[in-house]
């Protein structure tokens, strides 16, 4: 998962809010995965009354929560910004097209590309 988020943070970040929850992201899961990994430890080690008593721990019901609303934030930007360059595609073809040159010549094909 490091590595993809990695991946993610050199290619696909757009600007300084999707870095930041990103960044935010990064942090909740983090936390997260900590506590996870400590209560499947307990449970290994046989200690399953305290690993059932840390899972339902309100702070990792708050960890959950938190790492919840991360998720729905970053995924809300993205979702924005697929739809901000989904409703330019058009446009970008349209002017593509306009640029034609006046004299008919044998039919253009028009490439859209999505532009980052």
């Not at 490091?2 to 990064?26: G, I, K, M």
């Not at 506590?35 to 019901?61: C, Y």
């Not at 979702?79 to 253009?108: F, G, M």
Request: net charge positive.
């Amino acid at each position: 998962m490091a590595r993809l988020l990695d991946d993610y943070e050199r290619r696909l970040v757009s600007d300084d809010r999707d870095r930041r929850l990103l960044s935010d992201y990064r942090t909740q899961c983090r936390e997260w995965l900590t506590r996870a990994k400590q209560v499947m430890a307990l449970s290994t080690a046989g200690h399953a009354v305290e690993a059932s008593g840390l899972l339902r721990d309100p702070e990792t019901l708050h960890m959950g929560e938190r790492l919840n609303s991360a998720a729905a934030d970053w995924i809300g930007l993205n979702e924005d910004l697929a739809n901000s360059a989904s409703r330019s595609i058009p446009r970008r073809c349209s002017r593509l097209s306009d640029a034609s040159p006046s004299q008919p010549k044998a039919p253009r094909r028009v490439s859209c590309r999505p532009v980052r």
